[in-house]
């Protein structure tokens, strides 16, 4: 299992065939799991509120997840990920907000509505099997 850790930019972060856990960090990030069960980490401090409430959808995308696998339940095979939602405070949520331009249910955009800044942040999911994110796909810590 590798851990990935991004800088104070943007990064374009690709893990491995394993299991891994992928940490964006500050600027629009650009995740890659691969296979193995991956764990992609949006912590809030690392959210930028300039770009939060925007309401163009997709101009305003803080991190994007290229690969998800599994979502909406349990895929055999290894290749079940999860997001890591840190920081955002009790009460906040994930709400699908649409899907993307290209005409699949593959691109998808989420809200993340923070309970601690009162703003919402946006993220980009690729899900591998067209299926809408569960709530064993997700998890806020605080």
Avoid at 12 to 36: C, M, P
Avoid at 47 to 65: C, E
Avoid at 72 to 87: P, Q, S, V
Wanted: hydrophobic share 35%; glycine share 20%; with cysteine.
């Amino acid at each position: 299992m590798g851990k990935f850790v991004g800088t104070a930019g943007s990064d374009r972060i690709s893990g491995t065939d394993e299991g891994d856990a992928i940490f964006g960090g500050k600027g629009v990030d650009y995740l890659y799991g691969g296979a193995g069960n991956d764990c992609f980490v949006i912590n809030l401090y690392d959210m930028d509120p300039s770009l939060s409430n925007n309401a163009r959808l997709g101009a305003q995308t803080q991190d994007v997840i290229y690969d998800f696998y599994g979502a909406g339940g349990w895929e055999g095979g290894g290749n079940n990920d999860f997001i890591y939602l840190a920081n955002f405070g009790a009460g906040s949520t994930l709400t699908f907000a649409g899907y993307g331009t290209d005409g699949t249910t593959q691109s998808q955009y989420y809200i993340i509505h923070s309970a601690t800044t009162g703003l919402d942040y946006t993220i980009a999911i690729g899900s591998m099997n067209g299926k809408l994110l569960g709530a064993g796909d997700f998890n806020f810590y605080n």
